[in-house]
């Protein structure tokens, strides 16, 4: 079992920054890749970024110059710098950790709430 927690959510106003962080545990040495997605009321959930540990970052129609994804391997931690925040992006934020081998899955977060306020 591999555990996931994304912490850093909050109440911000537009133009504002926020830094979103989340940590594997658990059996993390089958992780090999973790990244964000984000959901609306009413919509899919969606890809924001997902970073492997090797390999090429794979980014989704969602992605903004604004967001910057970023993760410490040995640490099994991944991050999300979000700048000059919008209303558009307020929503959940969920971290996904993704584990190779038989029991190969993704493993999620419960969520972090992003609200733009003025």
């Known amino acids: 079992q591999v555990q996931v927690v994304e912490s850093g959510g909050g109440l911000v106003q537009p133009g504002g920054s926020l830094k979103l962080s989340c940590a594997a545990s658990?059996?993390?040495?089958?992780?090999?890749?973790m990244g964000w997605y984000r959901q609306t009321p009413g919509r899919q959930r969606e890809l924001v970024a997902i970073?492997?540990?090797?390999?090429?970052?794979e980014y989704g129609d969602i992605m903004k110059a604004r967001f910057t994804i970023s993760r410490d391997n040995a640490a099994h931690t991944a991050a999300l710098q979000m700048t000059d925040l919008v209303p558009e992006d307020s929503a959940v934020y969920y971290c996904?950790?993704?584990?190779?081998?038989?029991?190969?899955?993704?493993?999620w977060g419960q969520g972090t709430q992003v609200t733009l306020s003025s």
């Open positions: 996904r950790a993704d584990v190779r081998g038989l029991q190969a899955r993704a493993y």
């Open positions: 970073m492997p540990y090797l390999g090429n970052t």
């Open positions: 658990g059996r993390v040495t089958s992780v090999y890749r």
